[in-house]
């Protein structure tokens, strides 16, 4: 029994070791990948992100785009050749990016085909309606990039450009008649007169691009009626929790020598894990504060000057800020929600009898 209990004592600190490998780094790094892939895929598949988010960056979108333009409009914010001679004619046309949007009817068209085929696509996937493909019909806005607004518009902006040299005048030429449309010239064409036939012929290879339709939802015959899958694929997510759970059960079985040891092995790793997820989906969800480095990730400063690239970042913070909130803010709560049941086992193993 002597030499048991010396073998035993002598061999708890590597017992030890190995149940930390396993219970905290295994466990708790797979408990933390479980729990953010669960809030994500709870986040993807629910009305929020599907119908709510898209309408609510619809809503920005306008407002956004004439905050910019009116920043544009009040000082030389833009300085670099090959986006300041675009902002400055943009000036001179003076119409915010809202009215054409709305005048042309693209704002029309997000706000009723878009918003209502994504609506449609979460009614499925919530069961309320029966399951059938789902396509965007593109014809509307193919419709608005010929209206008579665009074509008024193009050439408000060819007529605000300084006057094309003998090379430049060629290249516009070319591409009105022959090359692909893939950068606008800096200049207005010498000798030519752009007329509304000339601008219109722009628009329709523009127009030709844009395909028909877009189907965003196909294979409904393999989706049996009237069952909420957004709720069953949250639900069937949550059993992934039982991979992790088995590295940190096993791995408290063997660094613990007690009931209480167990509990507290067990209680720290859940509370580790879920903790270390609340953490992460909150960071993100409170992304503003870094957005000195998304303006340096998208290079603002090689596109704008410095004041102007600070103004893009904020807005591209604003519309980011959108979409990272719907789909971390899942994760922030049930990683909440598991450091909290961590806790609670961590305390009861002070109820327990024995210590490690």
């Given at each position: 029994m002597l030499i048991y209990s010396v073998i035993g004592e002598n061999m708890n600190p590597v017992?030890?070791?190995?149940?930390?490998?396993?219970?905290?780094?295994?466990?708790?790094?797979?408990?933390?990948?479980?729990i953010v892939?669960?809030?994500?895929?709870?986040?993807?598949?629910?009305?929020?992100?599907?119908?709510?988010?898209?309408?609510e960056l619809i809503e920005k979108l306008p407002s956004a785009l004439d905050q910019l333009y009116s920043q544009a409009n009040k000082d030389d914010f833009i300085d670099k050749k090959e986006y300041g001679f675009f902002i400055n004619v943009m000036k001179k046309t003076d119409i915010p990016p809202s009215k054409i949007l709305e005048s042309s009817g693209i704002?029309?068209?997000?706000e009723g085909e878009l918003k209502t085929n994504l609506k449609k696509l979460g009614e499925i996937l919530r069961g309320e309606i029966p399951p059938e493909n789902i396509t965007i019909d593109m014809h509307k806005l193919k419709k608005s990039i010929l209206s008579p607004a665009i074509t008024s518009?193009?050439?408000?902006?060819?007529?605000?450009?300084?006057?094309?040299?003998?090379?430049?005048?060629?290249?516009?030429?070319n591409m009105i008649y022959y090359s692909s449309i893939d950068s606008f010239p800096e200049c207005r064409p010498k000798g030519l007169e752009i007329t509304s036939e000339i601008v219109?012929?722009?628009?329709?290879?523009?127009?030709n691009d844009i395909p028909k339709d877009i189907t965003i939802f196909e294979g409904s015959e393999y989706i049996p009626r009237n069952i909420n899958v957004m709720k069953f694929v949250s639900t069937a997510a949550y059993f992934l929790l039982i991979i992790p759970l088995i590295f940190i059960i096993i791995?408290?079985?063997?660094?613990?020598?007690?009931?209480?040891g167990f509990l507290?092995?067990?209680?720290?790793?859940?509370?580790?894990g879920g903790l270390s997820a609340y953490t992460f989906g909150n960071i993100l969800n409170n992304i503003i504060p870094i957005s000195n480095g998304i303006e340096s990730y998208l290079?603002?400063?090689?596109?704008?000057?410095?004041?102007?690239?600070?103004?893009?970042?904020?807005k591209v913070v604003e519309f980011s800020n959108v979409v990272l909130k719907q789909l971390f803010s899942p994760v922030a709560q049930i990683g909440g929600v598991i450091a909290v049941i961590g806790l609670i086992i961590f305390a009861l193993s002070f109820l327990s009898r024995g210590n490690d």
């Amino acid at each position: 029994m002597l030499i048991y209990s010396v073998i035993g004592e002598n061999m708890n600190p590597v017992r030890k070791i190995f149940g930390f490998f396993v219970a905290i780094i295994i466990g708790v790094l797979i408990l933390f990948c479980t729990i953010v892939a669960i809030g994500l895929t709870k986040a993807a598949v629910s009305p929020e992100f599907l119908s709510d988010m898209p309408q609510e960056l619809i809503e920005k979108l306008p407002s956004a785009l004439d905050q910019l333009y009116s920043q544009a409009n009040k000082d030389d914010f833009i300085d670099k050749k090959e986006y300041g001679f675009f902002i400055n004619v943009m000036k001179k046309t003076d119409i915010p990016p809202s009215k054409i949007l709305e005048s042309s009817g693209i704002m029309a068209w997000m706000e009723g085909e878009l918003k209502t085929n994504l609506k449609k696509l979460g009614e499925i996937l919530r069961g309320e309606i029966p399951p059938e493909n789902i396509t965007i019909d593109m014809h509307k806005l193919k419709k608005s990039i010929l209206s008579p607004a665009i074509t008024s518009y193009i050439r408000e902006l060819i007529s605000a450009l300084p006057e094309c040299s003998e090379v430049e005048s060629e290249k516009w030429k070319n591409m009105i008649y022959y090359s692909s449309i893939d950068s606008f010239p800096e200049c207005r064409p010498k000798g030519l007169e752009i007329t509304s036939e000339i601008v219109f012929n722009i628009q329709h290879r523009i127009a030709n691009d844009i395909p028909k339709d877009i189907t965003i939802f196909e294979g409904s015959e393999y989706i049996p009626r009237n069952i909420n899958v957004m709720k069953f694929v949250s639900t069937a997510a949550y059993f992934l929790l039982i991979i992790p759970l088995i590295f940190i059960i096993i791995g408290s079985i063997i660094a613990a020598t007690t009931k209480g040891g167990f509990l507290r092995w067990s209680g720290f790793s859940i509370l580790t894990g879920g903790l270390s997820a609340y953490t992460f989906g909150n960071i993100l969800n409170n992304i503003i504060p870094i957005s000195n480095g998304i303006e340096s990730y998208l290079n603002l400063g090689e596109r704008f000057s410095s004041r102007y690239s600070g103004i893009v970042a904020e807005k591209v913070v604003e519309f980011s800020n959108v979409v990272l909130k719907q789909l971390f803010s899942p994760v922030a709560q049930i990683g909440g929600v598991i450091a909290v049941i961590g806790l609670i086992i961590f305390a009861l193993s002070f109820l327990s009898r024995g210590n490690d």
